[in-house]
């Protein structure tokens, strides 16, 4: 009977719940879908020759002189987005302005433009939030997002990663000044496979990234990727 329950609740009043309350797209209103196909096209794209590390645009798919010139703890930053409009507005509605109904819609945008998924690593590792950040904001948006991809590709996530200093936000600081903030701000929790992948929503400079590989690979990780929702430019 404990099984039986939710399954009986969850069937026919979620049916009962669309019927009445149609879903609708969150940025054109369109019934029928979280994210109508007009609008999935429109999101932007990053360009297809990009380089193979931190996914910068570029002439070639060769590294861009950054990664060139300093190494990262990543291996691969795998996103076909960029971080532009109207993305960049519904990533900021979702994580700052509590929208949580955007949850799924950019989730399943992120799965919906790959062709083939990337090469799939043995577990997905989510950038951790400070408890205190955590208590502010009420979720976690790169758990949310490792939590969807993890389950469409069959891979399990580990909260193996926590942030124990709450750091000063990275908006407006200088890669330098990024870095520096982070110093010391990982500690990895208990064994993980050769082959991971951090989840997170937006790569910037991509400071946390790297930090974070550096930290999993001193913790025995011998291949860090990075899933990333948008790449900014």
């Known amino acids: ?38 609008c999935f096209g429109e999101l932007p794209r990053l360009p297809s020759t990009r380089c193979p590390i931190c996914a910068r645009p570029q002439a070639d798919n060769s590294p861009c002189g950054a990664c060139q010139q300093q190494a990262s703890g990543f291996a691969a930053v795998y996103t076909p987005f960029a971080y532009a409009a109207p993305l960049d507005g519904a990533i900021q509605a979702w994580k700052f302005g509590g929208r949580l109904d955007w949850t799924l819609a950019l989730a399943e945008a992120w799965l919906s433009a790959w062709q083939q998924p990337p090469a799939l690593p043995q577990a997905l590792v989510p950038v951790p939030l400070h408890r205190k950040r955590l208590r502010e ?49 990982f500690r990895i929790h208990g064994p993980l496979p050769e082959h991971v992948a951090i989840v997170d929503d937006v790569f910037t400079t991509g400071t946390t990234a790297s930090v974070l590989a550096e930290t999993l690979r001193a913790a025995g990780c011998q291949h860090v990727d990075v899933w990333v929702l948008a790449r900014a430019l």
Request: net charge positive; with cysteine; proline share 7%.
């Open 1 to 38: 009977m404990p099984d039986t329950l939710p399954r009986l609740l969850s069937t026919p009043l979620l049916g009962l719940r669309d019927w009445i309350f149609p879903e609708r797209c969150r940025l054109c209103a369109a019934p029928g879908a979280a994210l109508c196909a007009d």
């Open 137 to 185: 904001r009420g979720f976690n948006q790169a758990a949310l997002l490792a939590r969807r991809w993890g389950q469409a590709w069959d891979v399990p996530v580990r909260l193996a990663a926590r942030r124990q200093r709450d750091t000063a936000h990275q908006v407006g600081l200088r890669a330098e000044q990024r870095r520096h903030n982070l110093r010391d701000a």
